[in-house]
């Protein structure tokens, strides 16, 4: 009798509790399964929960190095800037991309080519920024954390462990930004010429243009790379590719990139100052380093007006400078804008 009396009563309390918002199978809001869907793709996402699959990693490119990440289920991303500074450049916007909720927000570096709209989408989502001490000193505000994982004045090639994350990680290294230097002769100059006329057919967004007007002088901060270390893969994102070869930190990157490969994923910047007299030298010298399986190209998209150019006026040239390495990785090669919000470019299984 007694023992029915308690089914009973157990039987009534959990209807009662699964009828009650937020209690029994968890359910997410309708944005969040939208924003999810749109960035990492229906096929990626519970739709009553809004839970992105847990058996892979999932690179969506937003533009630039800005990536929203799913790494076994934990969504983030690795810096934050929309670059819609020509109309609909990116089929996404500041508040879909807050919408998905990230944890975190990865700053390689605080140019707001990267990270303008980083305390934006923090504020908005509940992100904590990751990032030097210099970035957090600039970006943190009120509704704004931040955790720092490079210490002012932290030496190239130095690094520091980050478990914000769970489940995953990371290896925060303290990095160099690129910088033009005197030409060496071991690679032909690269300076792809924009579109002539683009600034007829596609004039820039006067709104966009003024919001950013405001963070043009957004300082550096330093330059962090970052390693991730999650169901038995090895990752690497980075957004800036110093002249390693040429500057006095450049031995200690090389040698602290050797000890994190060889990898699984390199998603890496190709784009950089150096490229004008030395060419792609700089970013090969970070794959021959890393000895990536797999690299995606960053920072390589026409992102802004004049002074960028699509990515395809620098593909072969690529190609050309990864020739020089003997440890050829599979290249998945982003092109814009078809390949922005295209997930299943730039993704593997967990082991």
């Known amino acids: 009798m007694h023992r029915r009396v308690v089914l009973v009563v157990s039987l009534l309390l959990a209807i009662v509790a699964t009828s009650l918002p937020g209690v029994g199978t968890a359910r997410a809001d309708s944005a969040l399964v939208s924003a999810r869907s749109a960035v990492f793709g229906t096929h990626n996402v519970d739709q009553a929960t809004g839970a992105v699959r847990n058996d892979r990693v999932i690179f969506s490119w937003f533009g630039v190095s800005s990536f929203a990440v799913a790494m076994a289920g934990q969504v983030f991303l690795t810096d934050a800037w929309v670059p819609n500074a020509y109309r609909n450049q990116v089929p996404t916007t500041r508040a879909q991309i807050a919408a998905i909720k ?116 957004d300082p550096e901060g330093g330059a962090v790379l970052y390693a991730f270390s999650v169901g038995g893969r090895r990752i690497v994102w980075n957004d800036s590719v110093g002249p390693v070869s040429q500057d006095p930190g450049g031995r200690a990157i090389l040698a602290g990139l050797r000890t994190l490969g060889p990898i699984d ?50 593909e072969r040239a690529f190609f050309d400078a990864l020739k020089t390495i003997d440890a050829r990785p599979e290249v998945r090669y982003l092109r814009d804008p078809e390949d922005y919000l295209r997930p299943d470019r730039v993704t593997l299984p967990l082991r």
């Open 265 to 314: 994923l390199h998603v890496g910047s190709i784009q950089g100052f150096n490229e004008i007299t030395n060419g792609l030298g700089d970013p090969i010298r970070y794959i021959d380093a890393l000895q990536p399986k797999v690299f995606v190209p960053n920072h390589h998209d026409d992102w802004f007006p004049v002074i960028a150019t699509p990515a395809v006026n620098r």
């Open 102 to 217: 990230p944890s975190h927000i990865l700053i390689g570096h605080g140019h707001f080519d990267h990270a303008a709209d980083a305390a934006d989408i923090a504020k908005a989502s509940g992100a904590r920024l990751v990032g030097s001490a210099g970035h957090c000193a600039f970006f943190r505000r009120p509704g704004v954390t931040c955790d720092a994982v490079a210490a002012t004045g932290a030496r190239p090639g130095s690094t520091q462990i980050y478990r914000g994350i769970p489940g995953i990680t990371v290896t925060a290294m303290s990095n160099i930004h690129s910088t033009l230097k005197a030409p060496t002769g071991q690679h032909p100059p690269l300076l792809p010429i924009p579109p002539s006329d683009r600034l007829a057919t596609d004039p820039p967004h006067a709104d966009e243009l003024g919001r950013l007007a405001g963070h043009l002088d």
